[in-house]
């Protein structure tokens, strides 16, 4: 009866599947409302992480609804570069390249997209390289011939 109720019990946390419920150590969002607020933002939640939110109706009486759980993925609005971009070996037509995921948004990354070329030139190239992978050994470059390479975090959307 929802003249009953007095508000609402909201709570999220991470969505871990490779581990049992009971023993899932997770981080827990929690927020109270009030009877007349049927929505909640959770704040401080994770990047590209699956969590399962979960609400519940209390009652005056200090009675409380089973809970209702959905299951929802957060996504990011930015993507941080990777750090850490180095050379670490070369040689007259190969170069080795490597770099880390950043920190922050790691569990966005779905690729990197590492681009070449030449100043004033029409040489140019680009290797998408999966997110596990941290470094690259380019080959069948010219000797003697200055590159520059960017590298950059690609979501699963592309962006």
């Known amino acids: 009866n929802p003249t009953c109720v007095k508000g609402y019990d909201a709570t999220c946390y991470e969505n871990n599947t490779r581990t049992s419920f009971k023993t899932q150590e997770h981080t827990q969002f929690q927020q109270s409302l009030i009877r007349s607020s049927n929505s909640a933002t959770m704040a401080g939640l994770s990047s590209c992480t699956s969590y399962i939110c ?3 109706a209390l009652g005056y009486d200090h009675w409380e609804s089973d809970f209702q759980s959905v299951e929802a993925q ?3 609005i930015y993507l941080d570069a990777p750090t850490d971009f180095t050379v670490l070996s070369t040689s007259a037509r ?3 390249l490597s770099w880390s995921c950043p920190q922050q948004t790691c569990r966005c990354v779905e690729e990197f997209l590492l681009k070449w070329n030449v100043a004033n030139t029409s040489i140019f190239g ?3 390289v999966d997110r596990r992978e941290q470094e690259i050994t380019l080959s069948g470059l010219l000797p003697c011939t200055l590159y520059t390479f960017t590298i950059q975090a690609v ?3 592309g962006s």
């Open 54 to 56: 979960e609400v519940r």
């Open 74 to 76: 957060t996504t990011t």
């Open 94 to 96: 190969e170069t080795t």
């Open 126 to 128: 680009e290797q998408r």
């Open 155 to 157: 979501t699963e959307d």
